[in-house]
T-cell receptor
Framework: AQSVTQPDIHITVSEGASLELRCNYS??????LFWYVQSPGQGLQLLLK??????LVQGIKGFEAEFKRSQSSFNLRKPSVHWSDAAEYFC????????????FGGGTRLMVKP | EAGVAQSPRYKIIEKRQSVAFWCNPI?????LYWYQQILGQGPKLLIQ????????DSQLPKDRFSAERLKGVDSTLKIQPAKLEDSAVYLC????????????FGSGTQLSVL
């Protein structure tokens, strides 16, 4: 069964500082990997996705993520955080071989200090 | 483009009562998902439809939860009878074809069971 672990429940960074949110997955075959963001009272919005090819993927709002197969990781990064980035971030894994089911991690809540 | 519509936005019921949630996916999206998101956790897939057929309902508590998508468009999720632990946000999502296409999420229905 596929699973996703986000080790950090809460992270606080200062505005303008860099950000890295960790994500580790467990799946035997090649996974599809996603990062979603959820602002209070809002639905989830896709930031970026990885299916194949270049392991560094660019997303919306200046985010990027790097797929590292050897580490089973798909960490999300942003070079300079804005106050509006404060939200909850979810990593997810899916696969055609798993019946197309998308499994989410527990989420990381990002707080941004002025 | 209209997004995924869900209603009601909030619902408060007492335990052992029944409740129903409604979802209207984005036009043309064949795949529809219901997720349960308990406070502080990531979304958990309850059921996935492809048109009006069930693809995956392995995590749906079938003794009390039911879902249907009779005409392959709108969907209804029902809980009968509700338990305290059913308090959560119920998210509906849709996509053209999983898993390569991103999921579009509705804003969810927040259920409180007292």
């Amino acid at each position: 069964a596929q699973s996703v672990t986000q080790p950090d429940i809460h992270i606080t960074v200062s505005e303008g500082a860099s950000l890295e949110l960790r994500c580790n997955y467990s799946y035997g075959a090649t996974p599809y990997l996603f990062w979603y963001v959820q602002s209070p009272g809002q639905g989830l919005q896709l930031l970026l996705k990885y299916f194949s090819g270049d392991t560094l993927v660019q997303g919306i709002k200046g985010f990027e993520a790097e797929f590292k197969r050897s580490q089973s990781s798909f960490n999300l990064r942003k070079p300079s955080v804005h106050w509006s980035d404060a939200a909850e971030y979810f990593c997810a894994v899916g696969s055609y071989n798993a019946g197309n089911m998308l499994t989410f991690g527990g989420g990381t809540r990002l707080m941004v200090k002025p | 483009e209209a997004g995924v519509a869900q209603s009601p936005r909030y619902k408060i019921i007492e335990k052992r009562q029944s409740v129903a949630f409604w979802c209207n996916p984005i036009s043309g999206h064949a795949t529809l998902y219901w997720y349960q998101q308990i406070l502080g956790q990531g979304p958990k897939l309850l059921i996935q439809f492809q048109n009006n057929g069930v693809v995956d309902d392995s995590q749906l508590p079938k003794d009390r939860f039911s879902a249907e998508r009779l005409k392959g468009v709108d969907s209804t999720l029902k809980i009968q009878p509700a338990k305290l632990e059913d308090s959560a946000v119920y998210l509906c999502a849709s996509s053209f074809t999983p898993p390569s296409e991103k999921l579009f999420f509705g804003s969810g229905t927040q259920l409180s069971v007292l």
